[in-house]
């Protein structure tokens, strides 16, 4: 008896330490650096990948925590393109739910357009998308430091992937 008692308390432990788990929100942050060094966060993957770009962690500015993620421009003649890094997400145990995604964005010295987007993909293409588009710095310093953004977009059954894109 003292046997299944000792189970039952180990196995009531583990169901409760399961539903903590599952109540804390997903952190995308970059706080670890991936194997090949800080170009970019853990988890994360580039999509496309700018030639006249320079991608990298940086830790001495950051709204929280230890790193942030900056890219920056280098002088080119050809036409500049997107340098963009993804992380994608399986939305089994998502479906049929609400996804909220929050973050901070810095436009200082911001020359061209950021962009963040949450969005869902299944079997005939895009299912559902949330942009937010930062323009570049204006006049204003204030408006360089760090902004708060918010997407949000429900995850259709039909859902294959869900996707964030910087």
Excluded at 38 to 47: E, V
Excluded at 85 to 95: A, E, F, H, Q, V
Excluded at 113 to 123: D, H, I, K, S
Excluded at 135 to 144: C, G
Aim: net charge negative; charged share 20%.
């Amino acid at each position: 008896m003292n046997c299944l008692f000792r189970i039952l308390i180990a196995t009531a432990i583990i169901h409760s330490t399961l539903a903590v788990a599952a109540q804390q929100p997903l952190n995308l942050d970059f706080e670890r650096i991936s194997p090949e060094g800080p170009a970019r966060p853990w988890g994360w993957q580039y999509f496309f990948r700018a030639p006249h770009a320079k991608a990298v962690m940086d830790s001495t500015v950051a709204h929280s925590g230890k790193y942030s993620y900056r890219i920056s421009g280098e002088a080119q003649q050809e036409p500049v393109s997107p340098h963009t890094l993804g992380y994608w997400i399986d939305p089994w145990g998502l479906k049929g739910k609400q996804v909220e995604l929050t973050g901070w964005i810095s436009r200082e010295n911001l020359e061209g357009q950021a962009r963040v987007t949450l969005e869902t993909w299944g079997e005939e293409g895009k299912i559902n998308a949330d942009t937010m588009n930062f323009p570049p710095t204006s006049e204003r310093p204030a408006d360089a430091l760090w902004m708060p953004f918010s997407l949000n977009i429900p995850v259709d059954s039909a859902a294959y992937t869900l996707s964030l894109t910087i």
